[in-house]
């Protein structure tokens, strides 16, 4: 996530405290109180002023993670919202959603993502600096009212948002994960921001790409602002998403109909509260790729993305659609283009930065200890195998062949 700056506004009138003003850091002895709630109803307000006044990710807007709740959390999970407060002035300091699972013959506390959610930020107040210190006195708080767990296992924490550093990043328990996300910083004047922003290579191949559309009937990006539109577009991502993954041999989330229907109602409820858009490339009458993307105060997060492949030749609708896309947020005061979490070669080409996300795998008792280790186990043996490309290449291709039987 980068570190691009966003404004934040100071929080007045929250449940349980006074005015909280916007704090410009926080001391080393700085203390802290926690409150669980283990259902939406009585964190509701809470969560949405603090939406809407503080520091979060579109991964973390109320609509989003409530369907998450709804529609995939698993039946016997339960929800694990944590409150936490200043424990001097009782104002909100953050919201962090969170769930307790079984796997494996164990319990696990996680983030509320059910593979969603891209990032583990909290819902902070304000924008005060955070220190190891003062996010180490936070969690010991969490702890405090957490349920019983053999293990608590948080992944895609970045490490800022915003501009804000992400208290989670800061923890004493917290360390380098294996993911890394990627993204571009929209400025200037959209006429030229392919060729300011990007490698001069994705530059020339954009340029190329839509004079090769354009003379094939006209070349359209098209944003879905009817109910009509958004279910024809989400259908045809789905078509040419899944057809491309079952060529490549890939695993996609979207084969399961509750992650289908999630993402089909978040679309639909997006036209009216604008946290989800989508949108989709069109030569003639025909869709070439479809897009879905969150949107959250400046940053436009790329999601899904669906191309018909071998529609045209010596084209790519993909990354013909990223840069209209980045384009088009430009036109419209975006400031940051997010290419969500993955190495993904693509990422490179068009010249994206990218930056290690952390996370924490802490163990409570003997059995998390043991499932723990097996966790840290797989991610060194991913971590070398992705570190040699010619050892990635192999395992890839035994994977797709291995799907292919499958199916």
């Known amino acids: 996530m980068a570190s691009y700056a966003a404004g934040t506004t100071p929080i007045r009138d929250l449940p349980g405290g006074p005015f909280s003003p916007t704090v410009a850091n926080v001391d080393a002895t700085a ?28 991964h973390q807007h109320y609509a989003w993670v409530e369907g998450i709740a709804a529609r995939l959390m698993p039946k016997d999970a339960d929800m694990v919202l944590v409150e936490v407060s200043d424990a001097v002035t009782g104002a909100p300091a953050m919201l962090l959603p969170l769930m307790r699972r079984r796997a ?12 969603v959610c891209d990032y583990a930020v909290p819902l902070l107040a304000d924008g005060r600096a955070w220190t190891r210190q003062s996010a180490d006195a936070m969690w010991a708080a969490v702890r405090a009212v957490l349920p019983s767990a053999d293990r ?20 004493s328990v917290a360390r380098d994960s294996i993911q890394v996300t990627s993204g571009l910083v929209l400025h200037g004047d959209p006429e030229t921001l392919i060729k300011r922003i990007c490698k001069p290579s994705f530059a020339k191949a954009f340029r190329k790409h839509c004079r090769g559309f354009e003379q094939l009937g006209g070349l359209a990006l098209v944003e879905a602002d009817t109910p009509d539109l958004t279910e024809e577009l989400l259908d045809a991502l789905l078509e040419m998403r899944l057809k491309r993954f079952r060529e490549l041999g890939r695993f996609d989330l979207l084969t399961q109909a509750p992650v289908v229907d999630f993402y089909r109602a978040a679309a639909l409820q997006g036209l009216s509260n604008g946290s989800v858009r989508l949108f989709g490339l069109r ?11 969150l949107v959250r105060k400046g940053t436009l997060h790329a999601l899904l993305l669906g191309i018909d492949q071998n529609a045209v030749a010596n084209v790519s609708p993909g990354l013909t659609t990223m840069g209209k896309l980045m384009v088009w947020g430009c036109e419209r005061g975006f400031d940051y283009f997010d290419l969500s979490v993955g190495g993904q070669g693509y990422k490179q080409h068009i010249g994206a930065s990218s930056s290690v996300l952390a996370e924490i795998c802490e163990p409570v008792t003997v059995r998390g200890r043991a499932a723990n280790a097996a966790i840290l186990l797989r991610s060194r043996v991913e971590g070398m195998t992705r570190s040699r490309p010619r050892l990635l290449k192999a395992v890839q291709g035994l994977t797709r062949r291995l799907r292919r039987l499958k199916d």
């Open 104 to 115: 494996l013959g164990h319990h696990v506390i996680e983030w509320l993502s059910c593979r």
């Open 31 to 58: 203390h802290f109180t926690a409150r669980l709630h283990t259902s939406f109803d009585t964190v509701r307000l809470l969560w949405l002023l603090l939406e809407a006044h503080g520091v979060c990710t579109a």
């Open 283 to 293: 030569v003639g009458e025909a869709w070439l790729a479809s897009i879905y993307v």
């Open 152 to 171: 608590i296992h948080i992944a895609g924490i970045p490490r800022q948002v915003h501009g804000v550093a992400n208290p989670l990043a800061l923890l």
